[in-house]
């Protein structure tokens, strides 16, 4: 089993910045892969980037190229998703998702954040 818990949303000004914070726990933190997540009133869940074991990213939601940046600490079990030029659409709850294979096996409890303009 995998614990992961979120932390770092809170509410920010349009162009301000955030960093969400991801931490796991229950199982080697190396051979696991990680995802962030987000999920607006209304909308569907959707996948924004990935990190591999080795580090490696790839961005899935084109509105968050360039801005959103995901990064992993292995020694500290941690997963980073650094959050720049927020707009007010980008206000959601965000989940971190962790796989060992191909499916998203486990999720964080989520973290709200919230734009203003």
């Known amino acids: 089993q995998v614990q992961l818990a979120e932390s770092g949303g809170g509410l920010v000004q349009a162009g301000g910045s955030l960093r969400l914070s991801c931490a796991a726990s229950g199982r080697t933190f190396m051979t696991l892969a990680f995802g962030w997540f987000r999920q607006a009133p209304g909308k569907e869940r959707e996948l924004l980037q990935r990190v591999s074991w080795s580090g490696g990213t790839a961005t899935y939601a084109d509105s968050v190229k360039g801005r959103f940046f995901t990064s992993r600490d292995n020694a500290k079990n941690t997963v980073f998703l650094q959050m720049t030029n927020l707009k007010p659409e980008d206000t959601a709850v965000y989940y971190c998702?962790?796989?060992?294979?191909?499916?998203?096996?486990?999720w964080g409890q989520g973290t709200q954040v919230t734009v203003s303009s």
């Open positions: 998702a962790a796989t060992s294979g191909s499916d998203w096996n486990y």
